[in-house]
Every structure is written in C-alpha cells, then in structure tokens.
C-alpha cells in the first residue's frame, strides 16, 4: 500500500493543469445582456457544447439566472440539453434534418430554414414558438429571397404553425461600421412589417449595434462566454475562463541549441527553457509556434510575458524563461493561458484566429473546475 506522503509528495510536484470556468460570471454576463434591451427577451447559444465548456454545467447555470430559451446546433446536442433542462425551450439551428418525431418526442423545435421544412413542420405543429430563418445575406441557411418573396406574397404558408417568429443573423455584426449591418436590418424588418411577426435578430455583438437590432428576443453565445462583444472597444463582459498549466521540466541550454520539432528556433545565447503539458491535442494550436526566432504567443508568470519559443507538438509547448525576473518559475508553478493576465480575444489575435475558435478548441484533456 501506498503511504500518504506518497500522495502528498506526487501531488505537490505534479501541479495540474486548471481549466476553470466561472459559472457566476456567465450568469452575470447573461444579465448583462438581458439589461441591454428594455423590453426583448434574452436566450442562450449553448451550441456546441456550450462554446466546449460544458452545455450541462452552463445551461443550468443560465436557467437558475432566468433564462428559458436556449439554442443549439444539432438535434443530438437538444437532446442532451432536454435531459438537464426539462422545462427549457430549446430550438435546433440547423433546422428540421430529420424526422418530425424526432424532434416532437422531445418538444424540441427545429429552426425552419425553408419552404419545405415550414410545409413539414406545418402538418406537426405542436403549437409552440417556432423560428423561421431568413436569409439576408449570409447565403448559408434559411429562406433565401426568392423563397422569402413567396413567403411574404402567400402569408397563407404559414397558418399551419400557431406561434411563428422571425430570425434571421448578422454576417459581421463585430463590425459596427460594416454597412451589410444596415443591410441586414432593413432587410428583415421589412420581411417583419410585412408578415407582422416577432423577430429574434441579434447575435452577442448584435446586441451592441443598438435597439434597432434588438427586436423581440436576443441571441447571444460567444459574450456569455467571457468574448468581448465590443472590438476595438473596452469588453463589456466578465471573464469565464482561465487556464493555467505548470512546468514539469527546466532546463539551461547553450548558445546554438536548436529547441523543438525541426529547430526552428535557436538559443542566440545562453538560455533556460520551461517546458509544459499544453499541445495541439490540448487545442493549443500549432500556429502558436514561434515564427523561427520571433514569438507569437505568450503565457504569464506573476503578470510578466513568457515567450512561446520553437514548435507547439502534440502534448508539449516550450518557452523562454531566460528573461524572468525573481521570483523565478521553478517546476511545478503554473503559467497562465488565459486568465486576468490574457484574454481570450488576445490569445486568439496572438495566432491569426478568433475567440469562439479558441473556446471549442482548448480543454479537451483537461478536467474542468466550474465555480459557482
Ligand atoms: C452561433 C450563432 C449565434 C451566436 O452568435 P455569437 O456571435 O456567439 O453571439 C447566433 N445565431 C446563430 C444563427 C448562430 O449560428
């Protein structure tokens, strides 16, 4: 058997890497955007397992904060969703893919995104709030024009669906100056004001475009999450996720040392390199690398920047600790991914990507902690 000092030895040299996510800051980020409308109802994007951070968790979490309609991707993410939120209102993106019973033995609505799928949906109705997607401009789902121009010209094709909305999303909505914006809401509140119908139109950075945007619901995924909905701007929202990993070896190297996979950068003189468990397999991505000499990325011990240095392999990322000033990082001190010293929105800048990638990146070996 075992001793404790055994565990107590292992435990306090292998420090593990944390994957924390607030669940009081996404409930307050939720009420935050909830305050931006005076009147619209606000619901949830907990598409893809909840941006990776874990649909189960954050969903209760939004439903304890008042929220009480969610939206996902796939008819298997719904079906997940339902199991921890019976009473919730869940709608399915994607839209009407398979079978209407599918969808009816759960009370999941699918998003209608065409003539067909209204026709379908129509002969089921279960008579609860449904969303018919309006393309206006990003050519990806929903009614295109020509199906949009029969729609408004036959309102008739509606009246086998008792509670239609409108939907319709912003292809560039994090450009506030971005004309199709203007484009956009023109275009759906005039399919609105024909067909007489509430609308849901707003995305997170939707929802800071101004009350024009806002209609009658709000959608919002990525700001609920921690992403600043605002670029360019001061982030209006409270940081989720933080993410800090240790350093499980040191070492001094000579000047002329190549470090990692190909040698892409070399010790121009003496230096001491950290190395710790944060890989691409992690979702650490290989375009963190360094550009031969020159760094992309950073982690950050006690508020100061450790440059990524070299190759980002599979398990492993290494960095230059040369520079550190006391006290210096030993084995076992965590560095920080993503917390107060680096946001999301800068990680993701730092490697050519945006926030959401980053989200549903990271964390796929990690243990999650979720603080209430
Ligand atoms: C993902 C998604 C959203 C949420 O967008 P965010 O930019 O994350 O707020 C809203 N609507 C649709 C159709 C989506 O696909």
Known sequence: MLSWGFFVAIQMFMTASSLSINLTAIANNWRL?????????????????AYGLGAAQISSALWQAGCRCFFVA?????????SVLPEAEIHVLNGLTSDPTDYLGLEIQPILNSLDQIALWSKHDPGTRCFIHIDTGMARLGLDAEETEDLVDNPDLLK?????????????????????????????????????????????????????YHFELLRPGVALYGANPTPGKPNPMQTVVS????????RDI????????NGTWRADTVKRIATVPLGYADGFARTHSSDNQQARTHLYWQGQAVPVVGRV?????????????????QVGDALELLG???????LAASCGTIGYEILTSLGRRYARTYID
Request: with cysteine; proline share 8%.
């Open 74 to 82: 796939h008819l298997e993410e719904a079906a997940e969703l339902r």
């Open 254 to 261: 000579p000047k002329g040392q190549p470090v990692g996979y």
């Open 160 to 212: 086998g669906l008792k509670q239609p909305w409108l939907m319709s999303h912003l292809a560039s909505a994090e450009e506030a100056d971005n004309l199709e914006n203007d484009l956009q809401l023109e275009q759906i509140a005039q399919v609105k004001r024909q067909l007489g119908l509430p609308t849901c139109f707003a995305n997170s950075s939707g929802i800071f475009l101004g009350p024009d």
């Open 243 to 250: 993410l800090t990993c240790p350093i499980i070896q040191i």
């Open 33 to 49: 955007l909830n305050q931006q409308s005076a009147t619209a109802e606000t619901a949830a994007v907990v598409k893809a397992n």
């Open 313 to 329: 392999s599979m398990d492993l990322v290494t960095l230059d600790i040369t520079e550190i000033k006391a006290p210096a990082p």
């Open 340 to 346: 107060p010293n680096q946001s999301l929105d800068q």
